[in-house]
């Protein structure tokens, strides 16, 4: 058996199969938002500069995801590779403190409605969380 795992290769790229849909989740999303009124806020019951910072948190996390992932191997590669990793973990924590307050805005009874019915939004947590932990050592 591990000569057949053996033999396999290994996809030393797969972070970008959950990086890029993650990122084109949340800039569409954050597109979604301009432009940012009061109206728009208004019609999800949150203050102006909650919405604001969604609009604004959720564009720049999903470029941000993009771009930590592109550093790493174009031109752009800097001196300092702990750029990449500041960017990526940033932009995951980002994801993860968005995706709990859509959820907590939902009034979830129990984190066990949460798990159980909001599938979307945990995923999409979870992803945000991996970045946030792995940064690029992904």
């Known amino acids: 058996m591990n000569r057949i795992l053996n033999m396999l290769p290994e996809f030393c790229l797969s ?6 849909p993650l990122a084109i989740i949340f800039i569409q999303q954050g ?5 940012v009124t009061l109206d728009g806020a208004e019609s999800f019951d949150l203050p102006y500069i909650v919405w604001w910072f969604a609009a604004y948190g959720e564009l720049g996390a999903g ?5 930590g992932g592109l550093i790493a191997f174009t031109y752009l590669h800097l ?17 993860c403190c ?9 009034e979830p009874d129990s984190l066990l409605d949460v ?5 979307l939004h945990v ?9 946030a932990l792995r940064g690029r050592r992904v």
């Open 123 to 131: 995923l999409l947590w979870v992803g945000g969380l991996f970045f």
């Open 15 to 20: 972070h970008w199969l959950l990086r890029i």
């Open 98 to 106: 968005i995706m709990t307050g859509v959820i907590w805005i939902g």
């Open 63 to 67: 470029i941000g995801l993009l771009l």
């Open 79 to 95: 001196d300092h590779p702990w750029v990449e990793d500041i960017i990526t973990r940033f932009s995951g924590l980002v994801i």
């Open 115 to 119: 798990l159980l019915y909001d599938n």
């Open 31 to 35: 597109l979604s938002k301009f432009p």
